[in-house]
């Protein structure tokens, strides 16, 4: 009733909330409704069929659908971007004229639609199936398709510039011939796949894998060099394996994109470097140190390293965290303050003496982060091999004597490793050198990412303290 009585007196100032709407379900079914024009952002739709339904310019943005079917709806420049479709399905006789950008379809099935200018930007698929159907004069820039599924599709007219194919599975498909050099992924696939897959050739035509990469592909190579097309060209050397040829090509392209101030591409560059698996981190710093050596500089650049600057950061996580391995973070909460540096020197030493230790997994990169928290507070990052990072959590554990809040979390793992046996060794030692210092350090969280191998499946990946949460100071 209050509510119902505010809401009043705010319309009489003229306030409408675009969001006070909610689809009404008969049966588990939308029909027939015409939201036309309506603001459905942020809504939240699960196990529904959503049948004739007109959603001609409605505003859908950050929506969920969970369990979905969507049944011959008037799909007339919507704004379904940033949202979420989850084991859903699509059929309709007309058109699809949506913009999707940001969006993410996981285990969604796709039977003959055919989408007609629309924008994928940034759009994430996963375990997709396109049955039929086709996509028409649309933009997938930036867009990811792993382990999709297309059967019957012809893409000849479609630009595929910058997307990704991570293990498709094609079953007559036609692929277009000018954006496959384009594509990250692509060129692999075609190599190594048995899929009924053509190229596409003038007109309705059509040629075998084994007669692009025979034929037209050293016709590309020339014309990208005639052309200075260097991202092609160095996907295209990457590919048929001719490292030095693509490292030089990279260059030139890197040099040409910092000259242009055109980030864009100069980021298609970086992750095409780091997604090709070729180069260690000291080559990927030389290709970053050619970035910043390159950047603006002096007064009458000002406008441009702003513009640098907004993008520098985005470049060295592209370069660098597609290389990293298996990580380990873990936030320690102390009782040390800014003053006491002798301690805190003493603290990092224990901490980097234990994360680089080598106990036969090669050598860990390891990184802290101290933090001005009122006592100090620091993050500890680590990349490394996972069995390596697992020991190591263990050890942490033992130099934070949180050994009954952590190692009941992680598998009983019985090591006749002498070097593994000396690290827990090492980290006892250090805790009894902390314990007289007369400095109390608990483990705050702790995060484990990247682990591929079955036999950490069940182990949690993520540990919160909740005791210490709320404890202010630090007890000892």
């Known amino acids: 009733e209050m509510d119902s009585t505010i809401l009043k007196k705010l319309k009489k100032y003229g306030y409408t909330n675009p969001f006070d709407f909610s689809f009404e379900k008969d049966n588990n079914t939308i029909y027939k409704r015409d939201l036309q024009g309506k603001f459905l952002s942020h809504s939240i739709i699960e196990f529904a069929d959503i049948k004739e339904c007109i959603f001609d310019f409605a505003a859908i943005t950050g929506s969920i659908y969970r369990h979905c079917s969507f049944i011959n709806n008037s799909m007339k420049e919507p704004d379904f971007e940033f949202c979420e479709f989850l084991d859903c399905d699509f059929y309709n006789k007309s058109p699809l004229v949506c913009s999707y950008n940001n969006s993410s379809f996981i285990n969604t099935r796709f039977h003959d639609i055919s989408f007609d200018s629309c924008t994928f930007t940034s759009a994430y698929f996963e375990e997709c199936h396109f049955f039929g159907g086709s996509i028409n004069y649309s933009t997938l820039e930036n867009s990811y398709f792993k382990e999709c599924i297309f059967e019957n599709m012809d893409f000849r007219s479609l630009n595929m510039s910058f997307i990704e194919i991570d293990n498709p599975h094609m079953r007559n498909v036609t692929l277009p011939m000018s954006q496959i050099p384009f594509m990250y992924g692509c060129l692999n696939y075609l190599l190594h796949t048995k899929d009924s897959v053509r190229i596409s050739k003038k007109k309705k035509q059509t040629i075998s894998i084994q007669e692009y990469f025979e034929n037209v592909i050293p016709l590309m190579e020339k014309h990208f060099i005639e052309s200075e097309q260097y991202f092609p060209l160095s996907n295209i050397y990457l590919s048929l394996e001719k490292f030095e040829l693509a490292t030089d090509t990279l260059k030139k392209g890197l040099s040409l994109a910092i000259e242009n101030h055109d980030f864009r591409m100069l980021k298609y560059y970086c992750y095409l470097i780091a997604k090709s698996g ?16 390159l950047s603006p500089q002096g007064k009458d650049s000002l406008n441009e390293q702003k513009n640098y600057a907004r993008h520098i950061g985005e470049i060295k996580a ?159």
């Open 278 to 293: 070729y180069y260690q981190s000291e080559q990927l710093h030389m290709f970053y140190n050619n970035i910043c050596r």
């Open 318 to 476: 592209i370069l660098f965290d597609q290389t990293l391995g298996s990580n380990l973070d873990v936030t320690i909460k102390t009782d040390i303050y800014s003053k006491n540096a002798s301690k805190l020197s003493r603290l990092l030493e224990a901490l980097f003496a234990i994360s680089k230790t080598n106990i036969g997994y090669g050598t860990n990169r390891a990184e802290a982060l101290i933090m001005e928290n009122s006592p100090l507070v620091i993050e500890l990052r680590v990349n490394g091999e996972e069995d390596g990072l697992i020991y190591l959590l263990i050890a942490l554990a033992k130099l934070l004597n949180a050994d009954d809040s952590v190692q009941v979390l992680l598998p009983f793992i019985e090591s006749e490793n002498s070097k593994i046996d000396k690290l827990y060794k090492t980290a006892e030692e250090y805790q009894g050198k902390i314990k007289q210092m007369c400095v109390s350090l608990m483990l705050s969280e702790y995060y484990l990412g990247n682990l591929k191998k079955s036999r950490y499946d069940n182990i949690p990946k993520y540990y919160h303290n909740n005791i210490i949460s709320h404890m202010v100071p630090l007890l000892r």
